[in-house]
C-alpha cells in the first residue's frame, strides 16, 4: 500500500549543523496490517513517520501511496491527500482546550464542507465506539489521560482515512490504558484499517496485535520483524 524507495532526509540542508535523519530507505507497508517503527531517541523513526504519513517531504527518494507517487505533489495536493489518507494521533493529541470533545473531532473534517448534522452524527459515532458518547459535550480538558487518547482516535478517523498514523501514542499512559490503546489497534484492523506507529515501548512492538516491527539506528533500517 505504501512504499518508499531510496528515501533520505536532510535537515538543515548544506550547512554547518546539517542532520542526515533518515538514510537510503526501502520499505514496504502493507495494507491492513499493524507496523511499529522502533529504536532510540534520535534514530529516525518520527521523520520516517512523517514522510510515510506525507508530513515531511523526503530530500531524495520518493514515497508511493496505491502505486501513486506522493513525495513529488505541490502542497495542495498534500494537503488533501492528508485529509482522506491519513488519520494522525500526535504524542501531546493536539486537541484544542476550551473546545467540546465532539468539537475536536468534528474539526479535520470541516475543510472537506460535509453538512453539520451528518458531521455530528459521525463524530457522535465515532465517539460511541470509543467509549465516549457520554461526554461528547464535555470540555477536552475534562477527560482523562485515556480519554483524551481515545478522542484524538476519534479525531484521526473522522474522515475514515484508511490509514491510521500515530506517534508514540501510549508514551504517558500506564499499563491498563496501553492495554486499552493495543485493543483499540485490532479493532481499527478488523475494520480494515492499516496502522503505522512509532514506539520505543516493548509493550507494544512486543504485542500479538502488531505484524511486523521495524528497528531503526542512526537514521538507517537496521532490521525487519515480520
Given at each position: 500500500?505504501?512504499?518508499?524507495?531510496?528515501?533520505?532526509?536532510?535537515?538543515?540542508e548544506g550547512r554547518p549543523?546539517?542532520?542526515?535523519?533518515?538514510?537510503?530507505?526501502?520499505?514496504?507497508?502493507?495494507?491492513?496490517?499493524?507496523?511499529?517503527?522502533?529504536?532510540?531517541?534520535?534514530?529516525?523513526?518520527?521523520?520516517?513517520?512523517?514522510?510515510?504519513?506525507?508530513?515531511?517531504?523526503?530530500?531524495?527518494?520518493?514515497?508511493?501511496?496505491?502505486?501513486?507517487?506522493?513525495?513529488?505533489?505541490?502542497?495542495?495536493?498534500?494537503t488533501e491527500l492528508r485529509?482522506?489518507?491519513?488519520?494522525?494521533?500526535?504524542?501531546?493529541?493536539?486537541?484544542?482546550?476550551?473546545?467540546?470533545?465532539?468539537?475536536?473531532?468534528?474539526?479535520?473534517?470541516?475543510?472537506?464542507?460535509?453538512?453539520?448534522?451528518?458531521?455530528?452524527?459521525?463524530?457522535?459515532?465515532?465517539?460511541?465506539?470509543?467509549?465516549?458518547?457520554?461526554?461528547?459535550?464535555?470540555?477536552?480538558?475534562?477527560?482523562?489521560?485515556?480519554?483524551?487518547?481515545?478522542?484524538?482516535?476519534?479525531?484521526?478517523?473522522?474522515?475514515?482515512?484508511?490509514?491510521?498514523?500515530?506517534?508514540?501514542?501510549?508514551?504517558?499512559?500506564?499499563?491498563?490504558?496501553?492495554?486499552?490503546?493495543?485493543?483499540?489497534?485490532?479493532?481499527?484492523?478488523?475494520?480494515?484499517?492499516?496502522?503505522?506507529?512509532?514506539?520505543?515501548?516493548?509493550?507494544?512492538?512486543?504485542?500479538?496485535?502488531?505484524?511486523?516491527?521495524?528497528?531503526?539506528?542512526?537514521?538507517?533500517?537496521?532490521?525487519?520483524?515480520?
Amino acid at each position: 500500500m505504501i512504499s518508499l524507495k531510496n528515501v533520505s532526509k536532510l535537515y538543515n540542508e548544506g550547512r554547518p549543523n546539517e542532520v542526515c535523519a533518515a538514510q537510503d530507505i526501502d520499505l514496504e507497508l502493507a495494507r491492513n496490517k499493524v507496523t511499529v517503527l522502533t529504536g532510540p531517541s534520535g534514530s529516525g523513526k518520527t521523520t520516517l513517520l512523517s514522510m510515510i504519513g506525507c508530513l515531511t517531504r523526503p530530500t531524495t527518494g520518493r514515497v508511493f501511496v496505491d502505486g501513486a507517487m506522493v513525495s513529488g505533489l505541490p502542497e495542495k495536493f498534500q494537503t488533501e491527500l492528508r485529509r482522506t489518507k491519513f488519520g494522525f494521533v500526535f504524542q501531546r493529541f493536539n486537541l484544542i482546550r476550551g473546545v467540546s470533545v465532539i468539537e475536536n473531532v468534528m474539526l479535520p473534517a470541516a475543510p472537506l464542507g460535509p453538512e453539520y448534522h451528518e458531521l455530528r452524527e459521525r463524530a457522535q459515532s465515532r465517539l460511541e465506539r470509543l467509549g465516549l458518547g457520554a461526554k461528547a459535550d464535555m470540555p477536552i480538558e475534562f477527560l482523562s489521560g485515556g480519554e483524551t487518547q481515545r478522542a484524538a482516535i476519534a479525531r484521526a478517523l473522522i474522515n475514515d482515512a484508511p490509514v491510521l498514523i500515530a506517534d508514540e501514542p501510549t508514551a504517558n499512559l500506564d499499563t491498563v490504558l496501553t492495554e486499552r490503546f493495543l485493543e483499540i489497534v485490532g479493532e481499527l484492523q478488523s475494520e480494515g484499517k492499516t496502522v503505522v506507529m512509532t514506539s520505543h515501548d516493548p509493550r507494544i512492538w512486543q504485542s500479538s496485535h502488531v505484524n511486523t516491527v521495524v528497528r531503526m539506528q542512526d537514521g538507517r533500517i537496521i532490521g525487519v520483524d515480520a
